[in-house]
């Protein structure tokens, strides 16, 4: 079965220094991953994916990830954090072949201080 | 781009009305999905549909209904309204042969049940 674990809650950063977002996923085959970010009342929106095609993922906004399999993690990292990256991010999983399955992780709300 | 409409950003209803929530999308994607996100236990599934006339229920079925008469559109349904379904209820559609198709996702509604 599918699990995804984001082990931080809450992540407070300066602007202008790095964001490191942890999300560690339990799946038996090869998964699909996502990273979503969430602004205030605001639906989700897909920040970048990995399809097995390359290991680091590039996304929108400067935002990228790394799948490691050894580790069973897709971490989200930026090098440098915007007050606008201020927002709730969600790492989530699927495995099936017709975009149906999808576990979510809880989320980790990221602050960003001026 | 992808675009999921949802009819409306906030609704405020009285309890043991009848509400629909409506939602389009413009991608001829497969699979539409019903979301509710509440604080502290993130996004639940209600019920989600792979073609027309199609559902499948989530993890949190009861209380809800849903319809898909057409491809495009997927309405969730709340047959008498209740203050425990005051939520978010965010729309999502993806394709429906691909591994790596992701969730798109509409802005939400924001539902008050009074």
């Known amino acids: 079965a599918q699990s995804v674990t984001q082990l931080d809650s809450h992540v407070s950063v300066s602007e202008g220094t790095p964001v490191l977002l942890r999300c560690n996923y339990s799946s038996s085959y090869s998964p699909s991953l996502f990273w979503y970010v969430q602004h205030p009342n605001k639906g989700l929106q897909l920040l970048l994916k990995?399809?097995?095609?390359?290991?680091l993922v590039k996304g929108i906004n400067g935002f990228e990830a790394e799948f490691k399999k050894s580790e069973t993690s897709f971490h989200l990292t930026k090098p440098s954090a915007h007050m606008s990256d201020a927002a709730e991010y969600f790492c989530?999983?699927?495995?099936?072949?017709?975009?149906?399955?999808?576990?979510f992780g809880p989320g980790t709300r990221l602050s960003v201080l001026p | 781009d992808v675009k999921v409409t949802q009819s409306s950003r906030y609704l405020v209803k009285r309890t043991g009305e009848k509400v629909f929530l409506e939602c389009v999308q413009d991608m001829d994607h497969e699979n539409m999905f019903w979301y509710r996100q509440d604080p502290g236990l993130g996004l639940r599934l209600i019920y989600f549909s792979y073609d027309v006339k199609m559902k499948e229920k989530g993890d949190i079925p009861e209380g809800y209904s849903v319809s898909r008469e057409k491809k495009e559109r997927f309405s969730l349904i709340l047959e008498s309204a209740s203050t425990n379904q005051t939520s978010m209820y965010l729309c999502?559609?993806?394709?429906?042969?691909?591994?790596?198709?992701?969730?798109?996702f509409g802005n939400g509604t924001r539902l008050t049940v009074t």
């Open positions: 999502a559609s993806s394709f429906g042969d691909s591994e790596s198709s992701p969730l798109h």
């Open positions: 990995y399809t097995s095609a390359a290991t």
């Open positions: 989530v999983v699927s495995e099936d072949n017709y975009g149906q399955n999808f576990v």
